[in-house]
């Protein structure tokens, strides 16, 4: 599976961005998905995942309902809308894909990984 993350770009705060993870090969219905994020000089945080089947899960304390997970199968594609963006949004987004169907908070469970793309938020 190879991931292509897009969509991201500069905005202001209080505005919204859509990233969007396209996955190629047959078998991308059958992979959790998840978002990452890592700040300059912070580390890698999870932000929130999908599994096959279509549950979620959010970074509550991140998220707090301002962002929404979601996968097309039919479009081998995930996506993330985020609305009132904040600067401490401002990270590199990584989009991931797996098997393994538990805590899919970690980024250990995720085999593959995008290149990430750039969100900068600014105030």
């Known amino acids: 599976v190879q991931l292509q993350a897009s969509g991201g770009g500069l905005v202001q705060a209080g505005g919204s961005l859509r990233l969007s993870c396209a996955a190629s090969g047959h078998t991308f219905g059958r992979h959790n998905m998840g978002w990452f994020r890592q700040a300059p000089g912070k580390e890698r945080e999870f932000v929130a995942a999908i599994s096959w089947s279509g549950g979620v899960i959010y970074a509550v304390d991140l998220v707090k309902g301002r962002f929404t997970i979601s996968r097309d199968n039919a479009k081998n594609t995930m996506y993330l809308e985020m609305n009132s963006l904040r600067p401490e949004d401002t990270a590199a987004y990584y989009c991931?894909?797996?098997?393994?169907?538990?805590?899919?908070?970690?980024?250990?469970?995720?085999?593959?990984w995008g290149q990430g793309t750039l969100v900068t938020v600014s105030s």
């Open positions: 991931a894909a797996g098997t393994t169907p538990w805590d899919l908070r970690s980024g250990n469970r995720y085999d593959y």
